[in-house]
């Protein structure tokens, strides 16, 4: 009887809370992928639920619309795309995604690949080039004119390379690239 309750509690230190909701609701994320982002996650997460707060299929593809609905939201924010050759990537913010005058958000903000395979590029302490919203695109991360993921109003042409904020490669298999579906999840 010890043994088994054991087993309980150590499979679910290592499940994601709210794990197969999160899977039935997104139109991108597979379990094996939310437990790799789940590992990244920053401590402040742990025990809130995802909430997908935003996505291309339900919300239609305007950024002036995914700014209004994480308008009232206080939480990090999970970015995620599938592009047109089925490759999955995006960002982890600290803070929501919103327009501003300058780059803002902590050194908590980390971008990544999760399929075909999975990494994750944290902050290098070289820049603080988080975040950055405007009306007619969002960047993440930057250095010498480049920004490692930047995502037009559209919510539909993209663009990744390497940036000193996060020493990361490029995110997709091309520096261009067009959005199929993009989700953005919270944490409540």
Not at 1 to 30: F, N, T
Not at 131 to 157: N, P
Request: hydrophobic share 35%.
């Amino acid at each position: 009887m010890e043994d088994s309750k054991e087993k309980q509690i150590l499979a679910s230190e290592k499940e994601p809370d709210g794990l197969s909701l999160v899977v039935e609701r997104s139109q991108i994320l597979e379990e094996s992928h939310v437990r790799e982002l789940n590992k990244e996650l920053p401590a402040r997460t742990v025990g809130h639920s995802w909430q997908l707060t935003y996505s291309t299929s339900l919300h239609g593809a305007s950024l002036k619309s995914l700014y209004r609905k994480l308008g009232a939201i206080d939480s990090p924010v999970l970015i995620v795309i599938k592009d047109s050759l089925d490759e999955i990537f995006g960002a982890f913010l600290s803070h929501p995604l919103r327009p501003s005058e300058t780059f803002y958000g902590t050194g908590e903000t980390f971008l990544f690949m999760l399929h075909p395979r999975f990494k994750c590029f944290k902050w290098t302490g070289e820049n603080s080039f988080f975040i950055k919203g405007d009306l007619d695109c969002f960047a993440i991360g930057g250095g010498s004119g480049h920004f490692g993921l930047w995502v037009d109003e559209s919510l539909y042409v993209g663009r990744s390379s390497p940036c000193y904020t996060f020493n990361n490669c490029c995110l997709s298999e091309t520096a261009d690239f067009h959005i199929m579906e993009l989700e953005v999840w919270t944490f409540s």
